[in-house]
């Protein structure tokens, strides 16, 4: 049996993470994801192994022939620390189950706003995509007054909750794309691997690209090596 990975936390970003919460088929089953996935294509047949190297062989050939629905009987549980820009970005994936920190509910935390290491140039060809960077002068200029406008936001937050106001009305003093939020989320293989391929791409928004990464490197492929391996060659880098 595997290792199990669950209760293991990366972190991403300056002040950002992601743990792994769960896995289906659960490390206490024995079984590893890869043959969960073999064993579902195998139903009419009581999904037994016929060996490493036909099991294998299978795995590759329904994700190359596009056979998805046994890549749903794995699921990958995740609880995620982001800034709301990155939030906004994974949202639009709506084949994931999630479920958020309610500012209604929990104060927010003082520093726990994203901060840059960069600042990336707007993509003069691209509206929506970032090229470049801007010279470090400039860049610690920028650096200082979002501190700035982070420190004093933050607060006018704690200005307004200690005067009685609402969590929920209190909140609007917030940087609203850079504060902090947690989330479970929840996703089946073949539907994570959509997300993969597109937020893995070099042309995706860099504050999601490095959550993206991570599930990829610290947790989707040591879960699933054949799957990863299938996935590489079919999906991320199809032979023409």
């Not at 206490?28 to 969960?36: L, P």
């Not at 609880?79 to 479920?99: D, G, I, K």
């Not at 960077?133 to 607060?155: F, P, R, S, V, W």
Request: with cysteine; proline share 4%; net charge neutral.
């Amino acid at each position: 049996m595997r290792e199990s990975l669950i209760g293991k936390r990366v972190a991403v970003l300056d002040k950002g993470w992601i743990e792994l919460v769960d896995t289906l088929p659960h490390p206490a089953t024995g079984v590893c994801g890869d043959m969960a996935i073999v064993s579902a294509a195998r139903v009419s047949f009581m999904g037994e192994s016929k060996g490493e190297e036909k099991d294998k062989k299978l795995l590759f050939y329904l994700l190359r022939n596009k056979h998805t629905s046994p890549f749903e009987m794995v699921e990958l549980k995740f609880r995620v620390h982001a800034p709301l820009v990155t939030w906004w970005q994974w949202v639009r994936h709506r084949t994931f189950n999630m479920n958020a920190q309610s500012g209604r509910y929990t104060e927010f935390e003082e520093n726990d706003f994203y901060m840059p290491s960069v600042w990336r140039r707007q993509s003069p060809s691209n509206k929506q995509a970032s090229e470049g960077e801007l010279d470090q002068t400039a860049g610690d200029a920028l650096t200082h007054k979002l501190l700035q406008h982070y420190e004093q936001g933050y607060a006018l937050y704690r200005e307004a909750l200690d005067a009685g106001v609402s969590k929920e009305m209190a909140r609007l003093f917030l940087p609203g794309f850079s504060v902090y939020y947690t989330w479970v989320v929840k996703a089946d293989a073949h539907n994570l691997m959509h997300f993969l391929k597109l937020r893995m791409a070099s042309d995706a928004q860099y504050e999601i690209r490095v959550y993206a990464q991570a599930i990829y490197h610290e947790f989707f492929k040591p879960l699933l090596p054949w799957t990863a391996e299938a996935f590489e060659q079919y999906i991320l880098n199809p032979k023409a």
